[in-house]
């Protein structure tokens, strides 16, 4: 049995992965940590888990680790040096990795005589090349800072476009897909035989499509703009961006399920959210169709991605004439093809499973 943790700064998500049957194993969430009525620490969730566990085999840990930066292309065993390194990292993740670090701390404390593994979001998109990779900036200093494209949910991802391959009866060495991860977060990435070649995050997960609080592509210069004329200083800008924009931004809610029955009642900020957030998409679709350059599949996946119809059929509307088209009836049923039979580009809708994904990343390294 794999253990998967997923720890924030104030929760630990976790489950127990048994490779042979995805199906079985506890899962769960501690939450509120360090908070008043919840456990006061890392350790004493992890103690909360592993005594729910009960004797239950643990053979490995897999910990879901955002941001690797350009140290780790792939999963790593945890030892003293990594978690060095990951704390030397921090700045490039200030939100998500503090957390995975006391995760990995405190699991390690409590489970010693275990393999420990690090998966990293970013670790899938170490293949893109450097055209895409590289900011138009002056360059000694974005060597000197790390400044560069990223990416995020590259387990996600690279799971999705296997199961799709699958789904559709090819060698994923074959295909040229798009891979639509559509949560509070969202994500395009755009891959060539089983790589990632391009991607809309970018050094950080605000780049790139409009998600649940987070603005997604914006000018540079809005951020100067409302420090020097709103008189925002630079913390308060970034929480604008990280926290009310977005669908809550727009629409006062960051729930697409919301968003999607307040426009059904002609709600017209609602409406406009979810113009803005299926223009998006259909802009970066057109974009890294231009990329790869001949397109197999486009796939949705994650939240929104899997259960609203309305997201997907709006955002690939007009794209006919690219061989795109969504069959109305096989879309509004979820089917994992709502493409028309004979369709030039598949669309296909295949669920994520993060932690199945980081089970297999880290029984591959270990076990």
Known sequence: MIL?????SSSVKFRVVDLADPAAGERGLIEKIGEPGGVPDHAAALEQVLEGLGDVPIEAVGHRIVHGGAKFAAPAVVDDEVLAVLRDLVPLAPLHNPGGITGIEAAREKL????????????FHA???????????????????????????????AYVAGRAATLLGRPLQELNLIVLHLGNGASATAVRGGRSVDTSMGMTPLEGLVMGTRSGDLDPAVGTYLHRVAGMD???????????????????????????????AGDEAAT???????????K????????????????????????APPVRAASLAGLQTWGIEVDEARNAANERV?????????????PTDEEHAIAEQTAALVL
Request: net charge positive; with cysteine; charged share 15%.
């Open 272 to 282: 406009l959210a979810f113009d803005v957030y299926c223009h998006r998409i259909r």
């Open 4 to 8: 998967v943790l997923n720890s924030g």
């Open 127 to 157: 293949t893109i090349p450097p055209a895409a990779a590289t900011y138009a900036i002056d360059r000694s200093l974005a060597a000197r800072y790390d400044i560069r494209r990223f990416g995020f949910h590259g387990t996600s991802c």
């Open 112 to 123: 010693p005589s275990v393999p420990h593994v690090a998966v990293f979001d970013t670790a």
């Open 284 to 307: 970066y679709v057109g974009a890294f169709h231009a990329v790869l350059g001949r397109l197999d599949a486009i796939v949705f996946t994650a939240g929104v991605g899997e259960h």
């Open 338 to 350: 709502i493409s028309p039979d004979g369709a030039r580009v598949a669309v296909c809708v295949v």
């Open 234 to 264: 630079f913390a308060a800008v970034d929480d604008t961006l990280q926290r009310h924009a977005g669908l809550l931004g727009l629409a006062g809610v960051n729930d697409m399920r919301t968003v999607l029955a307040r426009r059904a």
